[in-house]
T-cell receptor, first 113, second 115 residues
Framework: KQEVTQIPAALSVPEGENLVLNCSFT??????LQWFRQDPGKGLTSLLLIQSSQREQTSGRLNASLDKSSGRSTLYIAASQPGDSATYLC????????????FGKGTSLLVTP | GAVVSQHPSWVICKSGTSVKIECRSL??????MFWYRQFPKQSLMLMAT?????????EQGVEKDKFLINHASLTLSTLTVTSAHPEDSSFYICSGIRGGNQPQHFGDGTRLSIL
């Protein structure tokens, strides 16, 4: 069974810092990996999706990398802003899971002014 | 594009009540919809997978008679929590896909509080 782990569980940084969120997964037979943002009491906003054949994806200040063989992904946030404060979830889609996502517990990020 | 609307966003009701949550894909046909549940400080856990026109597939430990799922059309799936109890209080989120390993599009979730 796929296990997705996110480290750290919580992170607090001052505005302007660059930061890295980590995600690891145990089963490398994945179709893709997604990073989501979740604001308190809200649904999910998809940030980046990396197909299994890709190494990274970029969108604005966000860059996500994927090393499928080692079962790791990172989300890099450049020049963090208070508006980036949210929980960031990593999810993988396995080739044998019927297209349902396996989520990590998330990293709760607080960017202070 | 690819918007999923979930309704209601928040429900508070008495123990023993049945609650229906709707999940609609507004601008695409969702061949498959997923229902997840999220407890505080926890990750999203898959409850069931529903394909249009067929019975839902439930994850281990999820009672199919308690959580009734209907996916009667390509744009609508419903989750009914029957005879809800306080332990069913949670955040329920649905998602839909066009097919295969396409990106999942999520609703905004429903916060269910059972008194």
């Amino acid at each position: 069974k796929q296990e997705v782990t996110q480290i750290p569980a919580a992170l607090s940084v001052p505005e302007g810092e660059n930061l890295v969120l980590n995600c690891s997964f145990t089963d490398s037979a994945i179709y893709n990996l997604q990073w989501f943002r979740q604001d308190p009491g809200k649904g999910l906003t998809s940030l980046l999706l990396i197909q299994s054949s890709q190494r990274e994806q970029t969108s604005g200040r966000l860059n996500a990398s994927l090393d499928k063989s080692s079962g790791r992904s990172t989300l890099y946030i450049a020049a963090s802003q208070p508006g980036d404060s949210a929980t960031y979830l990593c999810a993988v889609l396995n080739s044998n899971s019927g297209y349902a996502l396996n989520f990590g517990k998330g990293t709760s990020l607080l960017v202070t002014p | 594009g690819a918007v999923v609307s979930q309704h209601p966003s928040w429900v508070i009701c008495k123990s023993g009540t049945s609650v229906k949550i709707e999940c609609r894909s507004l601008d695409f046909q969702a061949t498959t919809m997923f229902w997840y549940r999220q407890f505080p400080k926890q990750s999203l856990m898959l409850m069931a997978t529903s394909n249009e026109g067929s019975k839902a597939t439930y994850e281990q430990g999820v009672e199919k008679d308690k959580f009734l799922i209907n996916h009667a059309s390509l744009t609508l799936s419903t989750l009914t929590v029957t005879s809800a109890h306080p332990e069913d209080s949670s955040f329920y989120i649905c998602s839909g896909i066009r097919g295969g390993n396409q990106p999942q599009h999520f609703g905004d979730g429903t916060r269910l509080s059972i008194l």
